[in-house]
């Protein structure tokens, strides 16, 4: 299957700090990426859809000031978490997908950051 | 009400053993189905699609019935590796619906 990178693997920072994730995928264009969030026993919850030169859409409940979401080209999507806080630790996953290409909606996952907020 | 709905377990099974599960979706628009698998820690990996026909991938498989809104995952001759979390998905366009997971021990 096709292969998504994500950097760092694990971050720990001190509340009011920012922090910037990367999401890369290495072998295929994606067209559209996502991220999700997971906490401690819980589902993964989608935070917000990207499509490539555009803005992303966010689902309710995510502030978009927050966490901001640039994905410039095909191959890379960042997301970064502003001013964190202890309540925003997490493990932050994203997935990519080329609409041209993907068959039943298929999505690859990233390895995941796990965020540590002090 | 959640998109996704799974019973958390935990299945406690020997090697060997056969263990199903279930999960229903509340959406009636969804449009593809998925089992994912998630290690302690790891990101979800995709364990296989489920048809509306039903399909077998080795020891696994996975039943879709659209009129209960439910899909099913077994596992026959379990192995110590399946032990994991298995995620059901649905999709409705590109969205993936996860439910929060069924956790499988299986034990030697």
């Known amino acids: 299957g096709a292969v998504v990178s994500q950097h760092p693997s694990r971050v720990i920072c001190k509340s009011g700090t920012s922090v910037k994730i990367e999401c890369r995928s290495l072998d295929f264009q994606a067209t559209t990426m996502f991220w999700y969030r997971q906490f401690p026993k819980q589902s993964l919850m989608l935070m917000a859809t990207?499509?490539?030169?555009?803005?992303?859409?966010?689902e309710q409940g995510v502030e978009k000031d927050k966490f901001l979401i640039n994905h410039a080209s095909l191959t890379l999507s960042t997301l970064t978490v502003t001013s964190a806080h202890p309540e925003d630790s997490s493990f932050y996953i994203c997935s990519a997908r080329d609409v041209r290409t993907s068959v039943y909606n298929e999505q690859f996952f990233g390895p995941g950051t796990r965020l540590t907020v002090l | 009400r959640k998109e996704v709905e799974q019973d958390p377990g935990p299945f406690n099974v020997p090697e060997g053993a056969t263990v199903a599960f279930n999960c229903t979706y509340s959406n009636s628009a969804s449009q593809s189905f998925f089992w994912y698998r998630q290690d302690c820690r790891k990101e979800p990996k995709l364990l296989m699609s489920?048809?509306?026909s039903g399909n077998e991938d080795g020891r696994f498989t996975a039943q879709l019935n659209r009129a209960s809104q439910y899909i099913s995952l077994l596992i026959r001759d379990s192995k110590l590796s399946d032990s994991a979390t298995y995620l059901c998905?649905?999709?409705?366009?590109?969205?993936?619906?996860f439910g929060a997971g069924t956790t499988v021990t299986v034990r030697a």
């Open positions: 489920v048809y509306s």
């Open positions: 998905v649905a999709t409705n366009d590109y969205k993936l619906s």
């Open positions: 990207s499509n490539e030169g555009s803005k992303a859409t966010y």
